[in-house]
């Protein structure tokens, strides 16, 4: 594969510490949660953060799986995309995360949600840097009515 982007961001003070992407564009201050033994301060966590970007990057990729299950633009109409990234702890130094997906999509039936999901946890760049690695659980959020 070709390098097109490549994002570099610094972090200093580990997870007490602050986060800056190397353009600017990017600046926050880190606080541990408290229940993970810290303060419970105003900062977002790095948990927080891959929450973030798994959630846009998973939403984005939604669009290469349209075509495939003969669906065009507008089926994301009105969509999101949550994730939720736990941190899980084992024996002492044994630490992991899994992450639970959930995807509203007024626009299609359970059925068509749940084969975009699936398509598009195979092509997300996420996804595919987790496989194996961390379990990720999909959910199609129940929507009053598909149009």
Known sequence: MDRI???????????????????GRL?????????MGGDGGPGTNPEQLFAA?????????????????????????????TARVHFLRGSPGDFGLAVDLSARLPRLDEEQARQLMEKTH??????????GNV????????????A
């Open 122 to 131: 195979t092509v997300c760049p996420y996804s595919r840097a987790t496989a």
């Open 135 to 146: 379990e990720v659980v999909l959910h199609v959020v129940p929507t009053s009515s598909a």
């Open 53 to 81: 970007g798994y959630a846009a990057c998973f939403h984005s990729a939604m669009r290469f799986g349209l075509e495939e299950l003969g669906l065009g633009p507008s089926a994301l109409d009105g969509s999101s995309v």
């Open 27 to 35: 600046e926050a201050q880190l606080s541990r949660p408290s229940e």
């Open 5 to 23: 982007y490549t994002a570099e961001a610094t972090a200093t003070g580990a997870r007490t510490g602050e986060v800056a992407s190397s353009d």
